[in-house]
């Protein structure tokens, strides 16, 4: 399996170099990953997805290597931890931001790294300039401490079990988690997060250890009156490969319910073709479309962020070209906790300084959340208050 990943520059330049790919657009694809939030690690099998005839405006190629010259300066209200997990963590990867719903990161590993990941605070080694915080207990000590959250929190009712890519874990790390949560009667739906599904998805394939447990699980759990599903992300319909829809299609005959999560991001899939396109792909795969997010606020991910109205406008043009239960939902997970709201739940926008204010009653009473578009959406004199001024609390004077 390693020698299918490459993991180091030589190993991508040999790599590029076998594409034939022109020695300009090679160094700005290794001077960018000296700029990435992630460290290096991309299978050959989404390499081989890229288009290395038209390089530059590959949406694959944007989301595992971009260039350094792609990249643009943080918005100043951004964050490295845009939704402040860490503040609603429990204890060691355990995130309860939602009254009925837990998160648990399993693992700070994936089998590939997405260069706007909202996790790039925890997911992937150290880099350059970025130092990660990692899971600080062991493995089993975290399921034990899952288990007991669950059993003092009988409310909870849902639990996503994420990362990192929960695929990159063994198959046993997956098999001591389900077994661990089986016989807790309070669950009604458990999820599985990976895009392994895009990265590597050889492994999903019928009679594969990790097909064959996911398998036995899925009926195990509906026995119980529990519905295991698989929580997947392809932002693009190039993701898709015929490899992976032989997996989704055998998951979904043996009964395993597969809905898909999608980032908008800027020139990757950030028109109504691209999101057409992707929902009719994953329609035929027998994917649910389920979320499509407004890109996070998270620090050095800039160039991958539309304004927020770029995601309501073609949300606005796909209403009404699918069934209705096909239509994913546009969602914006707020900064600092806020949580996720419909696109169109805004309370008020400020056009001057592009934010949108949002309440959340899930997760608080009073409090007021905000999302910021883009610097390059506002107009100069504007983009230069956000600079001088660097946070949203002087440019309100709210202090
Ligand atoms: C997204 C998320 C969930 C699951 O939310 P759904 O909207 O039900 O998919 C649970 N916990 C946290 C912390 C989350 O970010
Ligand atoms: S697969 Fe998910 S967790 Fe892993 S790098 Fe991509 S966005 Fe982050």
Redesign the pocket.
Known sequence: MNKDVIKTVDQLKVYLNTMKVDSDLKSDIIEGLAQNS?SLTITHHVLNLIDWNNPSTDPIRKQFLPLHSEYLPSHPQSRIDSLSEKKQEVSSGLIHRYPNKLLFLSTN??P???A?????YT??NDTEFLKKSKLEEAFKTRVNNLVKYLKSNPNISDIVI????IASASTSMIDIILSAIINIQTLKTVRL????LL?NPDIFLPKTQLFELITKYSSRFKSQGIELSIQC?FNHANEISTTSQEATNSLFNSGVKIRNQT?LLNGVNSSHEAQKELIHKLISSNIEPYYVYQMDMVTNAEHFRTSLKTCIDISKSLTGLFPGFHLPRFIVDLPFGGGKRSVYEYDFYDDKYGVYWFRSPAISDDKIYFYCDPLKYLNAHIQEQWIRKKSISAIYNLD
């Not at 706007?116 to 790039?120: A, G, L, Y």
């Not at 994420?162 to 890519?165: A, K, L, P, V």
């Not at 997060?193 to 392994?196: E, K, L, Q, V």
């Open positions: 992630m590993y994936c590939t790294y997405c706007f990941c909202t996790r790039s997911v992937s994420s990362g990192g890519d997060a990976t895009r392994t990265f992300h980032v």
